[in-house]
């Protein structure tokens, strides 16, 4: 199949279709990370949406969208950040152009939304422990022309928050690669390598339907 990554530097997913024979592409703005430039469209996803694509995996900025912003979006109780809900609408307005595109078969991630934003309803609710990691982080997908995302190894110990144990590991130890804050914005949104795996493996095949 050919396949879009949208919104992705790291190459965690495209990697993965990769090894399973896939034509697969990441694209963002940013220039890849994951070590292969060839399989990496770098610039404006939204001029890539119409050349043919077989599956889209996309991961919109949630930088303005993410409930986890709640705070800076009513900085006063009950007074709107007017310029911030803004940027959230902007940010919705690229989500919506990705989920409504013409491919066949989509799946659109992101955090928890605000509801101020009204995203579509979500299909799916998945956790980097349910494939494999010791770690929480509600994730959302919005799907169409695919099935629900399967668990493949369900960790139900010593889980800890991905986001709030950022800097440390599962055992308490720091993390590899804290560095900067905006590196580890990076670091801490890259896709989870089992879900990824779990992507292409149950994803990748041309039979894939709701």
């Avoid at 609408?89 to 799946?107: D, G, Q, V, Y």
């Avoid at 934003?117 to 998945?126: G, R």
């Avoid at 670091?187 to 992507?199: D, E």
């Amino acid at each position: 199949m050919k396949i879009l990554i949208a919104c992705e530097e790291s190459q965690a997913v495209c990697k993965e279709f990769r090894k399973l024979g896939h034509e697969a592409y990441s694209c963002d703005i940013l220039p890849c990370s994951g070590g292969h430039p060839e399989w990496h469209l770098k610039g404006d996803v939204l001029e890539q949406l119409d050349k043919g694509w077989d599956l889209m995996i996309a991961h919109p900025p949630c930088t303005y969208l993410s409930n986890a912003g709640a705070c800076r979006l009513y900085p006063k109780k009950g007074v709107l950040n007017q310029e911030r809900y803004e940027k959230g609408l902007k940010a919705k307005e690229f989500f919506m152009k990705l989920f409504n595109s013409n491919i066949p078969r989509i799946c659109v991630e992101n955090p928890i939304p605000s509801r101020v934003f009204n995203l579509p309803n979500k299909s799916q609710v998945i956790q980097p422990f349910e494939f494999g990691h010791p770690f929480s982080k509600k994730t959302y997908l919005w799907i169409k022309g695919l099935p629900k995302l399967n668990p493949t190894n369900v960790i139900r110990e010593n889980v800890i928050s991905w986001v709030s144990g950022g800097s440390k590991d599962n055992k308490g130890n720091p993390r590899k690669n804290k560095g900067t804050k905006h590196r580890s914005s990076i670091m801490r949104s890259k896709t989870f390598k089992g879900i990824s795996k779990a992507m292409a493996e149950q994803w990748g095949s041309s039979q894939s339907k709701e």
